[in-house]
């Protein structure tokens, strides 16, 4: 098996564990402990901050399921497209649970530092969020 082909069996193995069962502790084999995960909005969070917004996510959307479409690994980077599915059953950033079916897509593009990564950046339209449930309302006229 390649360097590549470990690398994004070990992205997927934690990505899984993490989003889909919750397990936020199988990230501390992947992630370094100085980790930062910056949004598109350039707003950063260390591992600790990152681990407790899946957790949140995951009480809101408690049969969150995260699919990773693909990953590709060249050298130290990797480019990771995903999807996620899930029901917003309880309070999320404020909202009240809407029980609809939330539909979102993004990328995270990571950069590794040795065997662990050490900085991602994602990006995702938290309006298509805000759309499923009914917060907004995008290409209406008000």
């Not at 690398?7 to 992947?30: F, K, P, Q, S, Y």
């Not at 050298?75 to 404020?94: M, P, Q, V």
């Amino acid at each position: 098996m390649s360097d590549n082909d470990t690398r994004r069996n070990r992205i997927n193995d934690a990505w899984v564990a993490a989003w889909d069962r919750g397990e936020v502790d199988e990230l501390d084999a992947l992630l370094s402990a100085d980790y930062q995960r910056i949004s598109g909005t350039g707003t950063a969070q260390g591992l600790t901050e990152f681990k407790a917004s899946i957790v949140a996510t995951r009480s809101a959307f408690p049969d969150l399921v995260t699919v990773v479409d693909e990953i590709v690994v060249e050298g130290d980077s990797a480019a990771i497209r995903w999807h996620s599915t899930g029901s917003h059953e309880h309070s999320f950033l404020g909202v009240p649970a809407t029980r609809r079916q939330v539909n979102v897509s993004g990328a995270t593009f990571a950069r590794f530092d040795g065997d662990s990564i050490s900085e991602e950046f994602v990006t995702w339209d938290p309006r298509t969020l805000l759309t499923a449930l009914g917060i907004i309302s995008v290409g209406q006229d008000t």
